[in-house]
């Protein structure tokens, strides 16, 4: 395997990978860190974005053709929308949208622009390794729509909105970025999240509570992929 680029929003999200990094060299590129380094043999570059579509976006793209991985699998938190996940439960996503896309003035759909495609799946094949790794881990994993967009959603009405429209199970704010990026240069990707709050009335205080604790679960997880794809 090629060197494989995981990829996090917050510190918080890749720390816990990059504290298992050998052979550990950091980069500085385009006003952002870059870790190099192996786990287990193989090959990693390790970022986090800071948050949003917008940093998400120039992040992915660094780590494809600046740093030349050639796949990238994505941890962090997510809040929940579907009531079968609970704080630190595991969702991957089978697709991504962008909830706050919207020229619908013009008679498109929510989340769709001439040339894009609403809703962009993921690798198929990576999605296999994470139901192995969580079978043998004994862990239940959501396959699901997550949904993406440049807000903190802490509002059951625009989380209900979101849930309607996309049929998403969780929402973020980088997904629907990796998937555009990696789609468009054909690069297989992955989106993990652990659930950090249910995106309503109690997202904020639940976020800064469990962010540390759900992003070291799915970590974890991304890690025993990386055993596995290797
Ligand atoms: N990431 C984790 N929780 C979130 C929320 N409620 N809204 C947007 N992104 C999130």
């Given amino acids: 395997m090629g060197k494989i680029a995981i990829m996090g929003a ?85 697709g991504l949208c962008q909830h706050d896309l919207d020229i619908t003035a013009f008679g498109h759909p929510y989340g769709y622009v001439p040339e894009g495609e609403v809703c962009i799946p993921t690798d198929a094949a990576l999605r296999t390794v994470a139901k192995e790794v969580a079978k043998d881990k004994g862990l239940t994993l959501v396959e699901g729509i997550i949904a993406t967009g440049d807000q903190f959603v802490a509002n059951p009405e625009r989380k209900a909105w979101i849930s309607e429209t996309f049929k998403a199970h969780a929402l973020e704010m ?7 990026v990696c789609s468009s240069l054909e690069i297989p990707f992955f989106i993990l999240r652990a659930i950090s709050d249910s995106a309503d009335m109690d ?26 794809i290797n």
């Fill in 203 to 228: 997202a904020s205080f639940n976020f800064d509570e469990f962010l540390e604790s759900s992003a070291k679960i799915s970590a974890d997880f991304i890690l025993s992929m990386v055993e596995k």
């Fill in 10 to 94: 917050m510190p918080e999200e890749i720390e816990p990978i990059i504290s298992k990094l050998e052979n550990l060299k950091e980069t500085q590129y385009a006003a952002n860190t870059y870790y190099e380094g192996s786990y287990k043999g193989q090959d990693l570059v390790v970022a986090y974005s800071k948050i949003g579509k917008v940093f998400a976006t120039l992040t992915a793209t660094s780590l494809i053709e600046k740093f030349d991985c050639d796949t990238l699998l994505f941890s962090g938190v997510a809040g929940a929308i579907s009531s079968e996940l609970s704080i630190g439960d595991l969702i991957i996503a089978d």
């Fill in 174 to 180: 980088e997904g629907a970025s990796v998937a555009v």
